[in-house]
């Protein structure tokens, strides 16, 4: 259609796609009415979304590797399909034990301050979005988590995809945060028990490094780890983990610490 489906032709390619692509939609209140304004107002982003299926083999092949060692690490791990779908823009991924995963292909195309590399950018932020299928539903799909729930549901996330892919998908914040470690984390200690997520999680890209939740929780975890005798029990209590306080209080982690 040279760039300008109709929004009938989106809907379509919406009702006649896979199981995987409906959920995304119903999920994000995706239509192809609203696909088609955001290829009206965002072209470019569609047209550069195509040099994100090149590397998608290799990716494949990378998770599959990630996930093998997930398994390895944590018996009773569980991997649906993964749906990697065009959208309306956004969200980047979905993951949960319920529903699955799904990729915004152009979402995830077009958010380079994840990775410069877009197949390490594919295969950091799968994988990431496997562990949340791992977590605890109790906690995961509550409603109106505090800073600290949320960011340590994002930090285990990033921690685990760490320890089975080799790096987190949020890999820009180490370089962001360099200098003011003890500062943030501080002023997250502070925040915690906060259900404004404004300053910690869903507000990059911005002035101020954005997702600082996520490095926080990422901390918090790998500190857990760090601290434990039994590394498998250890990776268990991470992935399974229910209360926020009790698990930051066990974790050993402190401000600025060194890890």
């Known amino acids: 259609m040279e760039g300008r489906p109709t929004a009938d032709q989106l809907q379509e390619y919406i009702?006649?796609?896979?199981?995987g692509l409906r959920t995304f939609a119903d999920m994000r209140r995706t239509t192809g009415t609203r696909i088609a304004e955001a290829i009206a107002r965002s072209p470019g982003t569609y047209v550069r979304a195509k040099r994100c299926l090149e590397p998608l083999p290799r990716v494949r092949a990378r998770v599959t590797d990630a996930l093998a060692t997930l398994g390895r690490l944590y018996p009773d791990a569980r991997f649906p399909p993964v749906t990697i779908a065009v959208g309306r823009g956004k969200p980047v991924g979905i993951g949960s034990h319920a529903t699955g995963i799904q990729i915004g292909l152009e979402a995830l195309c077009a958010t380079e301050y994840?990775?410069?590399?877009v197949e390490d950018r594919f295969v950091h932020v799968i994988v990431h979005e496997f562990v949340h299928v791992?977590?605890?539903?109790?906690?995961?799909e509550l409603e109106d988590l505090t800073v600290l729930e949320t960011s340590l549901l994002e930090g285990v996330a990033?921690?685990?995809a760490e320890l089975?892919?080799?790096s987190v998908a949020y890999s820009h914040l180490p370089a962001l945060v360099a200098g003011r470690e003890e500062e943030i984390e501080t002023a997250f200690l502070r925040d915690r028990s906060m259900?404004?997520?404004?300053a910690w999680v869903g507000n990059a890209p911005g002035g101020q490094p954005g997702e600082l939740g996520y490095w926080v929780g990422y901390r918090i975890a790998k500190a857990y780890y760090h601290h434990a005798d039994d590394k498998?029990?250890?990776?268990r209590e991470i992935v399974e983990m229910r209360d926020a306080e009790a698990f930051l209080a066990k974790s050993g982690w402190r401000p600025g610490m060194t890890l």
């Open 158 to 160: 990033e921690f685990v």
């Open 195 to 198: 259900r404004d997520l404004s």
């Open 15 to 19: 009702d006649s796609g896979s199981s």
């Open 134 to 140: 791992q977590q605890a539903w109790e906690l995961a």
């Open 232 to 235: 498998s029990l250890a990776l």
């Open 114 to 117: 994840l990775n410069p590399d």
């Open 164 to 166: 089975v892919s080799g």
